[in-house]
């Protein structure tokens, strides 16, 4: 069983195949974490201090000698005595915020169970995981915690979150509730993260932890471009294969805070969940309070190994859906080839040319309703621009699917142009607060999601569209950050719920649109990848990586979403920017989900062909990335001429090598080792024909000096298994 009490030393284990995690229920029924780390086969526990020093506090029970100063809390709490980040903060009705909950029982049970309202990951069938859910309570403020972990074992994973409920007769406010705190007994790690911007997503930044608090959030009303809801704690020196790696990714859209202090005991907490400075919650008597869900992984086989956790787990257990597992049709859109200037016509032309080049859908991205020619106007008017649209919605799709093209459109449902007459019938369903013109972004205003009646009229004006349409793909996009966060509808002690409930009503028009148009496929778009997290990927198999189809700059951001994200939901587009030949542009794209986002009617002969047999490629080896494990093996990140990455299937009977040449070395001598294939089996080259065995691949390696190629070519080299 992956998860066990121990009654004699009153600890719970928790197994996955690599990992154990220890938890105990301590002096004065305080719970500490004993282990987090490579599995552990029998019951014995760690002896992990908990004692005060001579500085630090022992405040409940002196002759106890336990200090929650400097003991490893399993979930930290504020005042009562540890002075570190901590990760619950309750504020009673008296306005004291002192907070202390001490353990009262458990429940273990297979399987695990929904978060209601909030997206979170799931088992295929119960036996996938164990649920731990341990209950502890503050006596004074009357706050009942429930702590949850589920273990899936196969993916050395454990999902966490927890629930606060108010068990006391009064109001209750909750001013901070993270979903995962953990205290690791050292420091040497170093921190690793994704920064970025619009068009330059999720960079990867690697710092050596230091004494102190130190960290990514976002305050933005999203996930964001900035910042990404994940963090891993590697182990000093640890590279993509070998090492101890932690990693933590939150399954949430909105604010969001990932810290880790490390204190004078030299020893490291992290903690990750909703961002504490834009947030408050009150709860009624009775009432309880779920935090979404953070993802932990551990694994001491590298940064590597910690990728194709996350990949596999978020392919089995977190997208959901007809497309989970059913090939996705490969798309044309129409945004870098027209923008706004588009007509039926001109879409049927791309529809006709797309079609000879093997793409299957073709996406009509922003511009088709309203009277949206520009980006100043009609967000929220969500009917067809029939003077751009002659003939109707309906006709145009017709003509595009008897092309043999399936159709796919845009939406942004959570914004409201000014110049929209959305606006002019309800101008207090902006996001604004009293007596401030709110700020615009992009010409535009964010919609009150947090409500009830504004959700419920952008769901019946999509339903009207979707139901009447031959629709199977919606791109829906986010385009600006949320400032002037507020909602005219919430109480003045209700305030601070705002941004919190904005994702819960977004997560509510997802839910509606998904249930009710099973055979959608959605992809997340942000502008660009603002908002690539774990609980759009419940909503949406594939999300926009990034505007920037640049294929160089694209490496970077391919490699640093591919830290936790997998290949199956990575957008990624050939487009006609000229930094390199279509042959290289393509082989970045056929990392991920592959696409066109180009006017097909200006490509020449020889550039058609090119994409032609990539998409060819594309289509054959679609399994091999779309459930192969990736290894990074050469990051544009540390090297400046190149990067390489492969893909292996998961029998290891094929793999896929991808070099690209960013810029020309001079007298190259390149030499790369494979990785992830079967030592004694023999692989031959597709191209060459030469056998050679996985060994020779993967300990002497490639000799690849004569490929190292000039700026911006590529090569890619399969090998498949020979019995
Ligand atoms: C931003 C997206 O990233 C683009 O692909 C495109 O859909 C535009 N928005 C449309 O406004």
């Known amino acids: 069983m992956p998860?066990?009490?121990?009654?004699?030393?009153?600890?719970?284990?928790?197994d996955t195949e690599n990992s154990s995690y220890i938890i105990q229920?301590?002096?004065?029924?305080?719970?500490?974490?004993?282990?987090?780390?490579?599995?552990?086969?029998?019951?014995?526990?760690?002896?992990?201090?908990?004692?005060?020093?001579?500085?630090?506090?022992?405040?409940?029970?002196?002759?106890c000698g336990f200090s929650p100063d400097s003991a490893p809390m399993e979930y930290a709490t504020s005042g009562a005595g540890d002075f570190r980040i901590s990760a619950l903060e309750i504020q009673n009705s008296n306005g004291d915020s002192v907070t202390d909950i001490r353990y009262s029982g458990y429940k273990i049970y297979d399987g695990k169970n929904e978060i209601p309202m909030i997206p979170s990951s799931?088992?295929?069938?119960?036996?996938?995981?164990?649920?731990?859910?341990?209950?502890?309570?503050?006596?004074?403020?009357?706050?009942?915690?429930?702590?949850?972990y589920s273990v899936f074992s196969k993916y050395d994973v454990i999902a966490r979150r927890i629930r606060v409920t108010n068990d006391s007769s009064e109001k209750m406010r909750i001013e901070r509730a993270f979903s995962l705190c953990l205290d690791l007994p050292d420091m040497n790690f170093d921190l690793i993260s994704l920064y970025g911007c619009h068009a330059k997503e999720r960079n990867i930044e690697r710092r050596r932890l230091a004494h102190g608090i130190q960290g990514v959030s976002s305050r933005r009303g999203s996930s964001s471009h900035n910042q990404n809801p994940f963090i891993a704690l590697a182990q000093n020196g640890a590279d993509e294969e070998h090492g101890d790696v932690y990693g933590f990714n939150l399954v949430y859209s909105g604010n969001f805070?990932?810290?880790?202090?490390?204190?004078?005991?030299?020893?490291?907490?992290?903690?990750?969940?909703?961002?504490?400075?834009?947030?408050?919650?009150?709860?009624?008597?009775?009432?309880?309070?779920?935090?979404?869900?953070?993802?932990?992984?551990?694994?001491?086989?590298?940064?590597?190994?910690?990728?194709?956790?996350?990949?596999?787990?978020?392919?089995?257990?977190?997208?959901?859906?007809?497309?989970?597992?059913?090939?996705?049709?490969?798309?044309?859109?129409?945004?870098?080839?027209?923008?706004?200037?588009?007509?039926?016509?001109?879409l049927v032309d791309f529809a006709k040319e797309a079609k000879k080049l093997g793409v299957e859908m073709l996406v009509m991205d922003d511009g088709w309703f309203g009277k949206r020619n520009n980006d100043c106007s009609s967000l929220g008017d969500w009917y067809v621009n029939e003077d751009k649209l002659k003939g109707g919605l309906g006709n145009l799709i017709k003509r595009v699917n008897d092309e043999g093209l399936k159709f796919g459109i845009w939406y942004e449902p959570e914004m409201i142009s000014p110049d929209s007459e959305l606006f002019r019938a309800h101008p207090d369903w902006c996001v604004h607060v009293k007596g401030r013109e709110p700020m615009l972004g992009r010409n535009q205003y964010v919609i009150d999601m947090s409500r009830k009646d504004v959700r419920d009229n952008i769901w019946e004006q999509m339903y009207k569209v979707l139901s009447e349409n031959n629709i199977e793909y919606i791109k829906w996009d986010f385009n600006r950050n949320i400032s002037d966060a507020g909602s005219v509808l919430l109480p003045h002690e209700r305030k601070k719920e705002f941004f919190h409930r904005f994702a819960l009503?977004?997560?509510?028009?997802?839910?509606?649109?998904?249930?009710?148009?099973?055979?959608?496929?959605?992809?997340?778009?942000?502008?660009?990848?603002?908002?690539?997290?774990?609980?759009?990927?419940?909503?949406?198999?594939?999300?926009?990586?990034?505007?920037?189809?640049?294929?160089?700059?694209?490496?970077?951001?391919?490699?640093?979403?591919?830290?936790?994200?997998?290949?199956?939901?990575?957008?990624?587009?050939?487009?006609?920017?000229?930094?390199?030949?279509?042959?290289?542009?393509?082989?970045?794209?056929?990392?991920?989900?592959?696409?066109?986002?180009?006017?097909?009617?200006?490509?020449?002969?020889?550039?058609?062909?090119?994409?032609?047999?990539?998409?060819?490629?594309?289509?054959?080896?679609?399994?091999?990335?779309?459930?192969?494990?990736l290894y990074r093996?050469?990051?544009?990140?540390?090297?400046?001429?190149?990067?390489?990455?492969?893909?292996?299937?998961?029998?290891?009977?094929r793999t896929m090598f991808t070099l690209v040449t960013m810029r020309k070395e001079f007298r190259p001598h390149l030499i790369v080792k494979l990785r992830g294939l079967e030592p004694d089996a023999y692989y031959k080259n597709e191209r060459t024909g030469e056998v050679l065995s996985g060994a020779l691949l993967m300990n002497a390696g490639l000799d690849l000096t004569n490929t190292a190629g000039q700026t911006g070519e590529s090569t890619v080299i399969y090998f498949d298994k020979v019995e």
């Not at 002096?27 to 630090?56: H, K, M």
């Not at 093996?633 to 492969?646: G, H, K, V």
């Open 505 to 629: 009503g977004t997560y509510d028009l997802m839910n509606r649109l998904v249930t009710t148009f099973p055979n959608i496929l959605f992809e997340n778009c942000s502008g660009g990848g603002g908002r690539y997290d774990p609980a759009m990927l419940c909503y949406s198999p594939q999300i926009w990586a990034s505007d920037n189809t640049d294929p160089i700059d694209r490496l970077y951001i391919q490699f640093g979403t591919s830290m936790c994200y997998p290949a199956s939901s990575m957008g990624a587009h050939v487009s006609a920017n000229d930094r390199t030949g279509y042959g290289t542009k393509c082989n970045v794209a056929r990392w991920g989900t592959f696409g066109l986002e180009l006017d097909p009617t200006y490509l020449t002969d020889e550039e058609a062909d090119i994409i032609r047999d990539e998409i060819k490629e594309y289509h054959k080896n679609y399994e091999l990335v779309n459930r192969g494990d």
């Open 3 to 14: 998860i066990n009490y121990n009654e004699k030393n009153k600890t719970f284990k928790l």
């Open 633 to 653: 093996l050469i990051s544009p990140f540390e090297n400046p001429y190149r990067a390489a990455w492969q893909f292996v299937s998961p029998d290891k009977s």
């Open 122 to 148: 799931y088992v295929n069938d119960k036996g996938e995981a164990q649920t731990l859910e341990i209950y502890a309570k503050d006596e004074v403020t009357g706050a009942a915690v429930t702590l949850y």
């Open 257 to 346: 805070s990932a810290l880790a202090e490390c204190d004078f005991n030299s020893t490291t907490r992290v903690i990750m969940g909703i961002d504490p400075d834009t947030f408050s919650w009150e709860l009624d008597s009775g009432e309880f309070f779920d935090t979404p869900e953070a993802i932990m992984v551990y694994t001491s086989f590298g940064i590597g190994e910690m990728s194709r956790l996350f990949h596999r787990f978020y392919n089995n257990n977190l997208i959901r859906g007809r497309y989970k597992t059913e090939k996705r049709p490969l798309l044309i859109n129409s945004w870098e080839a027209a923008y706004f200037d588009f007509d039926a016509d001109k």
């Open 25 to 63: 229920i301590c002096e004065e029924n305080y719970l500490v974490n004993l282990y987090y780390g490579a599995f552990i086969p029998d019951s014995c526990v760690p002896n992990r201090s908990r004692r005060a020093t001579n500085a630090s506090f022992s405040p409940v029970n002196p002759r």
